[in-house]
C-alpha cells in the first residue's frame, strides 16, 4: 500500500520537544514474516505521558537519555540510560517521563510472525524489561534505521527488516539484567571496557588489563563473565584485529607489518589470532579488499 509521507499515524505522540520519525506501512501484509511500521527517536517535553491498553503492532523502545517510570503489564520500572523495553497486543503500557531530567527515547514499531520469535529468542520479550551494557552500540543501530526510514528506496523494507533483526541480536549480545547497570559491580566493568577502549594499543595481557584497572584478573575476568559475552583479553583482541583489518586494507601494507605495528612478535600467532576472529587468514583478507 502507498504511503502518505506528510500524514502522521495517530499513536505518534504529540507531547514531544522534538523528533525525527518515520513511518513506511501503517497496513502491513499480513502475510508477511516481518515488517516494519515505524520508528524514531523522541525527545519527550515535561508532560509527556502515553497509556495503551495494547498496541496494533510489536513495539520496542530505548531510553538514550533522561529519567521516566514504566508500568508494563501491570509492573512499575524505573527509566533510565540504557533501558530497553518491549510490547505488542493486549499488553497494556503506561510511559511517562520525568519533568526535569526528561526522557530522550528510541522506537520501532513491527508486525509479523519473525517478529514476535526475535523478542521471544533474543529479548527483551514483549512485556519485559532488561538493560543493555552496550547502549552506544545499541544507540548506533537505532540511527542506522531512523536514516534507512527516512529516504525512500524500492529495498527500504527489506533493508529496515535486515537493520531491526541485527538490532535485536546486538541488543542480545549486551543484554543484563534490569537493575544490574545500577549496581556499583556494573560500574567496575564500564570503567574496565573504557580503560581497555582507550589503551588497547599499550595492552597485552590479561595481568596487564588488570593492573591498569587496578583489580585482579580473577575478579576482573568476573566482571565481564557477569556482564559481558567474551573474556577482557579476548574483547583486547577483538579490538586489536579490528585495527589490523584496516591496516590490511592499506595498499602496499604486508601481514608482517601489520602484525609488527601491533607489536606481535609472531607473525603466524597473529595470523592465527586474526583468522578466528575475522574468519579469513590475514593474507586473503588483505587480497580480498584489493579485489573489492
Given amino acids: 500500500m502507498a504511503r502518505n509521507p506528510l500524514a502522521q499515524p495517530d499513536f505518534f505522540s504529540l507531547q514531544i520537544a522534538e523528533a525525527r520519525r518515520f513511518h513506511i506501512d501503517l497496513k ?19 508532560d509527556y505521558e502515553v497509556r495503551r491498553p495494547g498496541f496494533d503492532y510489536w513495539g520496542l523502545e530505548f531510553v538514550a537519555e533522561g529519567e521516566g517510570t514504566l508500568v508494563l503489564n501491570q509492573q512499575r520500572y524505573t527509566l533510565g540510560a540504557g533501558t530497553l523495553f518491549a510490547y505488542g497486543p493486549r499488553i497494556p503500557q503506561h510511559i511517562t517521563t520525568d519533568s526535569r531530567q ?19 529468542e533474543f529479548g527483551p520479550a514483549p512485556g519485559s524489561v532488561m538493560q543493555t551494557s552496550a547502549p552506544g552500540e545499541v544507540l548506533a543501530v537505532f540511527e542506522e534505521l531512523i536514516r534507512c526510514g527516512m529516504r525512500s528506496s524500492p529495498n527500504q523494507q ?3 527488516g535486515l537493520l531491526l533483526e541485527y538490532l535485536i541480536v546486538k541488543i542480545n549480545e549486551s543484554s543484563i539484567p534490569y537493575g544490574e ?15 581497555i577502549e582507550d589503551g588497547w594499543q599499550q595492552l597485552h595481557s590479561l595481568n596487564e588489563i588488570a593492573a591498569r584497572c587496578h583489580l585482579a584478573p580473577a575478579y576482573l575476568c568476573r ?5 559481558d559475552h567474551v573474556t577482557p583479553y579476548q574483547y583486547l583482541l577483538r579490538l586489536k584485529m579490528s585495527h589490523a583489518a584496516a591496516l590490511l586494507q592499506v595498499p602496499g601494507s604486508t601481514v608482517k607489518e601489520v602484525a609488527e605495528a601491533l607489536e606481535f612478535s609472531d607473525v603466524f600467532h597473529f595470523s592465527r589470532v586474526f583468522k578466528k576472529i575475522n574468519g579469513l587468514p590475514p593474507g586473503r583478507f588483505a ?6
Fill in 158 to 160: 527489506h533493508m529496515a
Fill in 223 to 227: 566482571l565481564f563473565k557477569r556482564f
Fill in 102 to 120: 526528561t526522557l530522550v527515547k528510541y522506537f520501532i514499531d513491527f508486525s509479523g510472525p519473525r517478529g514476535a520469535w526475535l523478542l521471544d
Fill in 28 to 46: 502491513p501484509d499480513p502475510e508477511r514474516l516481518l515488517s516494519v511500521v515505524s520508528g524514531g527517536r523522541e525527545h519527550c517535553q515535561p
Fill in 287 to 292: 587480497r580480498s579488499a584489493v579485489r573489492h
Fill in 181 to 195: 547497570a545500577a549496581s556499583p559491580a556494573f560500574g567496575k566493568y564500564r570503567r574496565c571496557r573504557q580503560t
